[in-house]
């Protein structure tokens, strides 16, 4: 047996080591019904939506569930079959890879206080014991799949995966050459195990929030001292690395498949045995809700036990909801800014000159109906970068950079429409510049805008005054 502690995961799996995880910081609480005077007050002020009371009967284990696995073979056993076994303070890992394996006891390490933080301290173990004889996770990282079955360490009633699967307190995981994807997937599977030691299985919840948070918290980011970050939209780095979610979301985009959250929320064993759709998905609408300034604090109260995953919380404000995913889903990149991006919905509105922000996503403006002409006239400057230096833009926008086929720094427009048509529109921007017109599509609401990156609007400063004229 090799045993490996957290530092040596420091210069075996980066080159600047791993000093510790944290979340991706939660956003500032604000609750879910934004009702807004406007332009008086432009800032979003929401109304009370409180989660519903959790269960007298508190459904939290008091220990930790049997591991109900039989205990691993001795380690000549294991050698016998060309396996090594690596033991960390939390995890154990049984290879025929060890060099890729060597760094993963201390990523669970590294990981561990973002589980707490967000799920609380596991239960106690049931009979006192190290963790040597009692294993919190155990590992399984194949190459060749035979091998371990020679062992008796991977069992024939193990359902069939694709590429990790958990059952209690072990994973069975193929291993993989990219290093990202390595560490992604056992966070992944890593995760799954964690939250199974807070609840029976019965109140484990539905297989979108399961999958979904697992991708939450494998979706990781490597900072530049070196110290792991969990539940972020990653950069280029992930998909380099073989972590294919955002490539596989934009094919559903580009073909015109975004599926409904409702859709989502009914995936199916089967939908997570075809490929990697059903994960794809379940981490963005996971990751929209997480990290949405307006939803994510009643979203993490669905990690009580009992409670997994129920999406009727969202009820008082689901057309909202419905509205903004499909802008989400059409706009999603390689760090995409949630909170940066948020939809500025307000109840009471009017037709006059008000401010729009570069620095947020889609403002609420006026009612419009459809067939008529919308006149928008913007005047000011705003600066949308300052590398390598300031990027100033007025409403027509800088043509040196684009997205989505339009210049950054244009002013655009959508018209959400009304109820009780479905809630559509903020994922079709119209473009309106400095001085534009477009003809209402549908009734609804107006909303404008200062197009750019997703993942670059945080840092924009300024906006224009925009002032809207109907015929």
Request: hydrophobic share 40%; net charge negative; aromatic share 8%.
């Given at each position: 047996?090799?045993?490996?502690?957290?530092?040596?995961?420091?210069?075996?799996?980066?080159?600047?080591?791993?000093?510790?995880?944290?979340?991706?910081?939660?956003?500032?609480?604000?609750?879910?019904?934004?009702?807004?005077?406007?332009?008086?007050?432009?800032?979003?002020?929401?109304?009370?939506?409180?989660?519903?009371?959790?269960?007298?009967?508190?459904?939290?284990?008091?220990?930790?569930?049997?591991?109900?696995?039989?205990?691993?073979?001795?380690?000549?056993?294991?050698?016998?079959?060309?396996?090594?076994?690596?033991?960390?303070?939390?995890?154990?890992?049984?290879?025929?890879?060890?060099?890729?394996?060597?760094?993963?006891?201390?990523?669970?390490?590294?990981?561990?206080?973002?589980?707490?933080?967000?799920?609380?301290?596991?239960?106690?173990?049931?009979?006192?014991?190290?963790?040597?004889?009692?294993?919190?996770?155990?590992?399984?990282?194949?190459?060749?799949?035979?091998?371990?079955?020679?062992?008796?360490?991977?069992?024939?009633?193990?359902?069939?995966?694709?590429?990790?699967?958990?059952?209690?307190?072990?994973?069975?995981?193929?291993?993989?050459?990219?290093?990202?994807?390595?560490?992604?997937?056992?966070?992944?599977?890593?995760?799954?195990?964690?939250?199974?030691?807070?609840?029976?299985?019965?109140?484990?919840?539905?297989?979108?929030?399961?999958?979904?948070?697992?991708?939450?918290?494998?979706?990781?980011?490597?900072?530049?001292?070196?110290?792991?970050?969990?539940?972020?939209?990653?950069?280029?780095?992930?998909?380099a690395g073989g972590w294919d979610r955002l490539e596989r979301i934009r094919a559903d985009v580009q073909a015109d498949s975004i599926p409904s959250i409702d859709e989502i929320a009914s995936l199916s064993d089967a939908d997570f045995l075809d490929g990697d759709r059903g994960y794809a998905w379940s981490w963005a609408l996971v990751t929209f809700l997480d990290a949405h300034p307006a939803y994510a604090e009643t979203f993490r109260t669905l990690s009580?036990?009992?409670?997994?995953?129920?999406?009727?919380?969202?009820?008082?404000?689901?057309?909202?909801?419905?509205?903004?995913?499909?802008?989400?889903?059409?706009?999603?990149?390689?760090?995409?800014?949630?909170?940066?991006?948020?939809?500025?919905?307000?109840?009471?509105?009017?037709?006059?000159?008000?401010?729009?922000?570069?620095?947020?996503?889609?403002?609420?403006?006026?009612?419009?109906?459809?067939?008529?002409?919308?006149?928008?006239?913007?005047?000011?400057?705003?600066?949308?970068?300052?590398?390598?230096?300031?990027?100033?833009?007025?409403?027509?926008?800088?043509?040196?950079?684009?997205?989505?086929?339009?210049?950054?720094?244009?002013?655009?427009?959508?018209?959400?429409?009304?109820a009780p048509a479905p809630p559509i529109g903020l994922a079709e921007p119209i473009p309106v510049g400095a001085e534009g017109s477009f003809v209402a599509p549908r009734d609804g609401t107006l909303y404008l805008r200062i197009n750019d990156r997703p993942d670059r609007r945080a840092d924009n400063r300024g906006g224009v005054t925009a002032l809207i004229e109907l015929e």
């Amino acid at each position: 047996m090799i045993r490996t502690a957290a530092p040596l995961f420091l210069g075996l799996l980066l080159s600047a080591g791993l000093a510790g995880c944290t979340g991706e910081p939660a956003p500032a609480p604000t609750p879910d019904v934004p009702v807004v005077e406007w332009p008086d007050d432009p800032a979003p002020v929401a109304a009370e939506n409180p989660a519903p009371a959790v269960p007298d009967d508190d459904p939290a284990p008091v220990v930790r569930p049997v591991d109900r696995e039989p205990p691993l073979p001795g380690a000549a056993v294991l050698a016998g079959a060309g396996l090594t076994q690596l033991a960390g303070d939390r995890l154990t890992v049984v290879t025929d890879r060890p060099e890729h394996a060597t760094g993963l006891p201390a990523l669970i390490e590294a990981a561990w206080p973002a589980w707490v933080d967000y799920f609380g301290a596991p239960p106690p173990r049931r009979n006192a014991g190290d963790a040597e004889a009692d294993p919190l996770m155990t590992a399984f990282l194949m190459a060749e799949p035979d091998r371990f079955r020679s062992a008796g360490v991977f069992p024939d009633d193990l359902p069939p995966f694709l590429t990790g699967r958990q059952r209690g307190r072990r994973f069975w995981m193929y291993d993989v050459e990219e290093e990202y994807f390595r560490r992604s997937l056992t966070l992944h599977e890593a995760t799954h195990v964690f939250m199974g030691l807070h609840v029976d299985r019965r109140n484990a919840g539905p297989l979108w929030y399961l999958e979904g948070m697992a991708e939450r918290f494998g979706a990781h980011r490597i900072e530049p001292d070196g110290s792991l970050k969990v539940r972020v939209i990653p950069g280029d780095e992930a998909a380099a690395g073989g972590w294919d979610r955002l490539e596989r979301i934009r094919a559903d985009v580009q073909a015109d498949s975004i599926p409904s959250i409702d859709e989502i929320a009914s995936l199916s064993d089967a939908d997570f045995l075809d490929g990697d759709r059903g994960y794809a998905w379940s981490w963005a609408l996971v990751t929209f809700l997480d990290a949405h300034p307006a939803y994510a604090e009643t979203f993490r109260t669905l990690s009580d036990p009992g409670r997994r995953g129920d999406l009727s919380v969202f009820n008082p404000v689901r057309r909202q909801i419905d509205a903004e995913w499909p802008a989400f889903a059409t706009e999603l990149v390689p760090g995409y800014d949630v909170a940066a991006n948020a939809v500025q919905f307000r109840s009471k509105l009017v037709q006059a000159p008000a401010p729009v922000s570069a620095d947020q996503g889609w403002q609420a403006f006026g009612s419009v109906r459809k067939g008529q002409t919308v006149t928008v006239n913007a005047a000011g400057r705003f600066t949308l970068a300052d590398d390598p230096k300031p990027w100033e833009s007025t409403a027509d926008g800088i043509s040196f950079d684009y997205h989505r086929g339009q210049p950054i720094g244009q002013l655009q427009a959508a018209v959400l429409a009304d109820a009780p048509a479905p809630p559509i529109g903020l994922a079709e921007p119209i473009p309106v510049g400095a001085e534009g017109s477009f003809v209402a599509p549908r009734d609804g609401t107006l909303y404008l805008r200062i197009n750019d990156r997703p993942d670059r609007r945080a840092d924009n400063r300024g906006g224009v005054t925009a002032l809207i004229e109907l015929e």
